[in-house]
């Protein structure tokens, strides 16, 4: 048993060692020869200091050295978790503790707070490991994570208030390599990728397996970048970009300026979307300023793969009122629509909570059996072959030719701007700040779309601020607990939450106040 993203890595480097992996402005390009090198030099370091199989944490943000982490990682038979060194310290801190405080690739310097919460001995300097002279041995292939073997943990917000970790194994990603292999313009091989989604969030597995299993190179677009129109639109137009791969939020980010189009981009023959609902206006703007580009709707939770369903957007698709579809599932995938009281299956366009049953559902939640056991189950395809399950809490329906539509979700967790948020977490986190008593968290939702989240809070008697001095302070604390897309742009104080009859917050009450 093998590993896809490995052997595909491997032979590029042999069979083409001057091509591309990995380029990003201000940076000097990496070469799959050397992306190998520097993995096989990490892995061996890997191999040296720790004598299990345990998950290794990779922190950085959109680096070559990151790549090379995650390969090293797999080459020396551990899992990957990989942590955006965008995150807050206490947040990177709450991840380690769950996972036992494992060791650390660094691909760049980790902050002061981080490494007084683990032992030196754990840090691994991803920049001196490579840079070191000498030689090293390469490990067997049979030491690679494989099969049923966790190949990364993505950690997602959690209703707790703690980050939760999705297992996703070798042969999950196998699977899901497979079938991106079979994407237009993927297919062709040696693409150039946009890689701009954070590698902690599990978007970016599309651009990052799709390139790797095909020889192609990530074009890496930093955070900084992004939030500079004026650098972001230089790069971008120096990329030479084949495949974007974003969510919807970004390419409309983009949009904005009535330069995007083929000036900017003059190779982009696929626009792929994943995250968030994409509407009409998105995929009508992107079709007539990238004339002939393919533009592709998909839908997935983390916990199936970063993506299950594939769309064509086509000009029929757009003069139809209806939402677009997110279209039909991958090979190796069933979508099914139950009623999420009873369990009983919906008839086709009924609506209800979309289960996912396939070879690319996730082993589940790290050290988390009880919430593993409340949304993954054991089932079979129709024609009987075993598969697990998913309920996803996301409600849709399904049409006459098995096309999916995504309506929302059914309880407190939401997607905005591409990035899967508990809004317990929030609360959670507001709640266990100093003179707050109560916290409640809404979605604000304009034109059908997420575009906002307003927290409500009951403060202590105590606390005399209010208005715009409140939201700075409470801003200013959740900003060292959750990561800056979490924040809520508002805050209104309230004497008491709306309650209803059963004694629970009445979040209808407070939407009602939030618009």
């Not at 840079?131 to 707790?160: C, K, M, N, R």
């Not at 592709?296 to 939402?323: C, F, Q, W």
């Not at 289960?355 to 690319?360: A, E, N, Q, R």
């Not at 209010?466 to 897309?485: C, H, S, V």
Request: charged letters at 25%.
């Amino acid at each position: 048993m093998t590993n896809v993203i490995l052997s595909s890595v491997r032979k590029t480097a042999l069979e083409h060692p001057d091509a591309p992996i990995h380029r990003m402005a201000g940076a000097q390009e990496v070469t799959y020869e050397q992306a190998w090198n520097m993995a096989g030099r990490l892995a061996a370091k890997l191999r040296e200091e720790t004598g299990g199989r345990e998950p290794v944490m990779v922190y950085g943000h959109k680096s070559s050295l990151m790549i090379a982490s995650f390969l090293a990682c797999l080459r020396s038979g551990h899992a990957f978790v990989p942590i955006d060194s965008e995150l807050p310290v206490s947040r990177v801190i709450d991840i380690a503790r769950q996972l036992d405080l494992p060791p650390i690739i660094c691909a760049e310097q980790a902050p002061y707070d981080l490494l007084e919460s683990v032992c030196a001995d754990q840090i691994l300097d991803a920049q001196r490991i490579v840079a070191e002279s000498g030689p090293f041995e390469d490990e067997p292939e049979s030491l690679w994570v494989s099969g049923e073997e966790t190949h990364y943990i993505i950690f997602t917000s959690g209703s707790t208030g703690m980050p939760k970790g999705i297992e996703i194994t070798a042969n999950n990603i196998d699977r899901f390599a497979a079938w991106m292999k079979t994407f237009p313009v993927v297919r062709d091989g040696r693409a150039v990728f946009l890689d701009q989604a954070p590698y902690s969030f599990d978007l970016s597995e599309y651009q990052v397996v799709g390139a790797l299993v095909t020889g192609g190179c990530l074009h890496a677009v930093s955070a900084e970048t992004t939030h500079d129109y004026g650098l972001l639109f230089s790069d971008l137009r120096e990329s030479q970009i084949d495949v974007w791969i974003s969510t919807p939020s970004f390419a409309d980010l983009c949009l904005v300026d009535p330069s995007f189009s083929r000036d900017v981009l003059p190779k982009a023959s696929l626009f792929l979307f994943c995250g968030e609902t994409l509407h009409s206006r998105t995929a009508r703007a992107l079709r007539q300023r990238f004339e002939g580009a393919l533009v592709v709707n998909t839908y997935g939770p983390t916990e199936s793969t970063v993506a299950v369903t594939y769309a064509e957007i086509k000009a029929a698709d757009l003069e139809s009122p209806d939402p677009l579809t997110v279209g039909s599932p991958r090979p190796g995938t069933e979508l099914r629509i139950i009623d999420p009281e009873t369990g009983r299956q919906k008839a086709v366009g009924e609506s209800g909570e979309i289960v996912i049953v396939g070879d690319t559902v996730a082993k589940g939640y790290y050290r988390n059996p009880e919430k593993t056991q409340a949304s993954f189950f054991f089932a079979s395809l129709a024609d009987g072959t075993p598969a697990r399950g998913y309920r996803t809490g996301d409600q849709g329906s399904l049409d006459q030719r098995g096309n999916l539509r995504f309506e929302g979700r059914l309880d407190h967790l939401v997607k905005m701007n591409g990035f899967r948020i508990e809004l317990g977490d929030i609360e959670c986190n507001l709640m266990s700040l100093e003179g707050v008593k109560q916290a409640a968290v809404i979605p604000v939702v304009r034109n059908s779309q997420i575009r906002t989240l307003k927290a409500f809070v009951v403060m202590d008697d105590a606390c005399e601020l209010d208005g715009l001095e409140l939201a700075q302070n409470l801003k200013a604390r959740l900003t060292e607990r959750i990561p800056a897309y979490m924040i809520p742009r508002a805050f209104s104080r309230l004497e008491a939450m709306p309650l209803t009859p059963n004694a629970k917050i009445d979040r209808r009450a407070l939407a009602s106040m939030g618009r």
